[in-house]
């Protein structure tokens, strides 16, 4: 079965930075493209950054220049490099597939960012 487990978030202040991590079981990352989500309070989840099969990265509008995404194939692992992290930032982070995701949500990472 197919697991995604996130971690890295926590607190901490804005112009800070947090590298988060998504370790897979179930399926093999590196034959897919996967996208890093987040979805702040009140709000609907949205797609932040993404990599591609070949390795290529796109980022949505709201964070880049600050957030990295990159993989480790070794270790079936994607990660987000957050710098200059802003009050808006704050939100439960996820890991899944793109541009389709997979059912089996993790249980996220909580980043709070304080101002």
């Known amino acids: 079965q197919v697991q995604l487990v996130e971690s890295g978030g926590g607190l901490v202040q804005a112009g800070g930075s947090l590298r988060l991590s998504c370790a897979a079981s179930g399926i093999a990352f590196r034959f897919a493209a996967q996208g890093w989500y987040r979805q702040a309070p009140g709000k609907q989840r949205e797609l932040v950054a993404w990599?591609?099969?070949?390795?290529?990265?796109n980022y949505a509008d709201s964070v880049k220049g600050r957030f990295t995404i990159s993989r480790d194939n070794a270790k079936n692992s994607v990660y987000l490099q957050m710098n200059s992290l802003k009050p808006e930032d704050t939100a439960v982070y996820y890991c899944?597939?793109?541009?389709?995701?997979?059912?089996?949500w993790g249980q996220g990472t909580l980043v709070t960012i304080s101002s």
């Open positions: 990599i591609t099969v070949s390795g290529s990265t």
């Open positions: 899944n597939l793109w541009p389709q995701h997979l059912d089996a």
